[in-house]
């Protein structure tokens, strides 16, 4: 009888638990492992610096797990998988999807083109609680609000829980002749910024679980408030894990769900699966709206008089623009991939708002520093910040970075571990040192424009400025 063998081809989904498309293939025959690296149909989105360097390792972990079996490659999918489905007499080919615009056109020709070769291709829901075209509303047309969004997604009960029993059957095909090495992938950058990430990160399967247990004993607790707070270890950490498919927002879930019963809890948890939901929605705005990346879902912002001025722009992406707030949130961000949320709002309105910088330009940057660098994530999240998304924030909703420092950061021990220049400064003046008395100020060593740059733009005179273009729009319209 002849062997069955099946390709199950992994992308966001670098994980052997609870993986939809690896247990189909287990259940028909050996399995041929596969990852592509696609440069070629990625467009203006190929993976950026952090994202590559969190790709190189999580699918070294992906390669240990398989025992040494993932055949790696670098080119056009198509291609690559006629000739692999010829050399090693392939029957089938399977891959969980993703829902990137690009990703979406790719793959809907691929399984076009393979059934036309007389195999059977199928394709699953690995990365998500519901797919995008499963929750609208009853004409059909999709959300553009969050809660009402949520509401429907709670109406369908409790997410399927996965398993991983198949795991006990992984037969696995010997490593392909054609693969190439990780190495060959050139996903890494020699520098020592590369080699320090790895002190604040464990890409891979484990180290999801592991973040997840952190998050689960430390975190969740605290959760509702902490999540605010940037010096708190209140928040998961485990967006880059989930973004990769290390883990699936289904076992998150339900290892949310249960640990919070069983230490009461409840609240907490749906504070948590709140954040799982929006990110749910910003795919399903993603899947309605496929370039929410580049296009104002708002179109009234099309004419806003955007500053073009690329030195605040290189300032801020520096963490140079004499806010200590803003410059930790960057800081952090440029060392370790990642920056708090609630950091990541108020940076991003500073961006957009105070310094009138079009928000596709911090999206852009954020794609290239941030390890869990999301399209939908990303784009949904600018758009917000900037007025011009769905439920978006209003555009006169401007976060002021000194009330915002001293009410999320009172201590300031989040400014002082991203800002050592300022270690020394008194807590009344560290949230707007530029405010304060220069005399003062050099009796701890620190001097404005020299040791810590002075602020860029004048909150007050800014944020009018802000305000008198966002009501330009109003007499075009």
Not at 79 to 103: G, H, M, S
Not at 137 to 143: A, H
């Amino acid at each position: 009888m002849k062997e069955t063998k099946s390709i199950v081809w992994f992308r966001q989904d670098l994980r052997l638990k609870e993986n939809p498309a690896l247990e189909f293939a287990v259940s028909l025959g050996k399995v041929l492992p596969i990852y592509i690296l696609d440069q070629e149909n990625a467009g203006d989105w190929p993976p950026g610096k952090a994202s590559r360097w969190w790709l190189h390792h999580s699918l070294a972990s992906l390669d240990n797990a398989l025992n040494g079996s993932l055949c790696t490659f670098n080119g056009d999918p198509f291609k690559i998988l006629t000739e692999l489905i010829a050399d090693e007499n392939i029957n089938n080919v399977f891959w969980n999807r993703c829902y990137e615009p690009w990703q979406v056109s790719r793959d809907k020709t691929i399984k076009c083109e393979i059934k036309k070769l007389g195999l059977n291709v199928k394709s699953f829901n690995g990365s998500l609680l519901h797919e995008p075209w499963e929750v609208s509303k009853s004409d059909g047309t999709p959300y553009k609000v969050f809660t009402p969004y949520y509401r429907q997604t709670l109406s369908k009960g409790t997410p399927k829980k996965l398993h991983s029993d198949y795991l006990t059957n992984l037969n696995l095909v010997s490593n392909s002749k054609l693969s190439g090495k990780l190495d060959s992938l050139n996903l890494l950058s020699e520098d020592k910024w590369s080699k320090e990430m790895i002190l604040n990160w464990t890409p891979g399967e484990d180290g999801a679980e592991n973040s997840l247990v952190t998050f689960l004993t430390r975190g969740l607790p605290q959760y509702k408030r902490g999540r605010d707070y940037p010096s708190m270890e209140a928040v998961s950490r485990l967006s880059p894990h989930l973004h990769f498919g290390e883990v699936s927002p289904n076992h998150l879930w339900h290892a949310v769900t249960e640990f919070a019963s069983h230490n009461k809890l409840d609240t907490q948890a749906e504070h948590y699966q709140r954040e799982l939901a929006w990110r749910e929605f910003s795919y399903s705005l993603l899947h309605y709206f496929p370039d929410l990346d580049v296009k104002n879902l708002n179109n009234r912002f099309d004419e806003f008089p955007w500053n073009k001025n690329t030195e605040l722009i290189k300032k801020w992406c520096a963490g140079q623009t004499g806010y200590p707030l803003i410059d930790a949130g960057m800081r952090e961000l440029s060392n370790t991939g990642y920056m708090h949320n609630r950091v990541r709002m108020i940076t991003a309105s500073f961006l957009v708002k105070n310094l009138l910088v079009d928000w596709r330009s911090g999206a852009q940057y954020f794609w290239d520093a941030l390890v869990d660098a999301d399209l939908a994530n990303n784009s949904c999240s600018w758009q917000w910040v900037a007025g011009s998304g769905a439920d978006a924030a209003p555009y006169f909703r401007i976060f002021n970075p000194v009330t915002q420092s001293k009410k999320f950061d009172p201590d300031a021990k989040y400014i002082k571990q991203w800002i050592p220049e300022l270690t020394d400064c008194p807590n009344k003046y560290i949230h707007d040192p530029s405010s304060a008395p220069s005399s003062e100020l050099q009796y701890f060593g620190i001097r404005i424009g020299k040791t810590y740059p002075s602020a860029i733009v004048d909150l007050k005179a800014s944020r009018e400025a802000a305000l008198n273009a966002y009501h330009s729009l109003k007499k075009i319209s």
